[in-house]
């Protein structure tokens, strides 16, 4: 009868072992999204009736993603990116001190979602990776 829990206890650390391997395996995923968002991207953000050209620069320091926002009104910092929910997050932060947020879905070489610069802006963005650049 002792035979019986040992089995159970081997069984256990089989499958905490195995769930443990997928999700660090996981996590070697996110770092490979992560790589396909680093790059140039240019578009639009959607405002009121029209739209703003922009260009996004990410590349990856120190493991983490960062870069710059082109607008109309200067060059904005990206201070982070992070892969949540099936989406990606990329904060911003204007000269002024301000945060702003991307939220948006990566597909290929195209990156659209919503955006929000609290209280006053908010609305659709569109990019798209630039030719030759990753």
Known sequence: MRIRPRLVAIVLLVFLEALLSGV???AGNSDTQGKDLVGTW???FSMGS???NV???LRLEDKKIVGEL?????????????????????LVRTPENTNGL???VLSGD???GSYEFPPSFG?????????GAK
Do not use: N, Q
């Not at 082109?70 to 990329?90: D, N, Q």
């Not at 609305?123 to 030719?131: A, C, I, M, W």
């Open 24 to 26: 660090s395996g996981l």
């Open 42 to 44: 240019e578009g639009t």
């Open 50 to 52: 029209g739209a703003i």
């Open 55 to 57: 260009g996004m620069i």
């Open 70 to 90: 082109k607008t109309p009104h200067g060059s904005w910092s990206v201070t982070e990116a992070r892969f949540l929910e099936g989406k990606w997050e990329i």
């Open 102 to 104: 991307l939220k948006g």
């Open 110 to 112: 195209k990156l659209e």
């Open 123 to 131: 609305g659709e963005f569109k990019l798209t990776r630039s030719k």
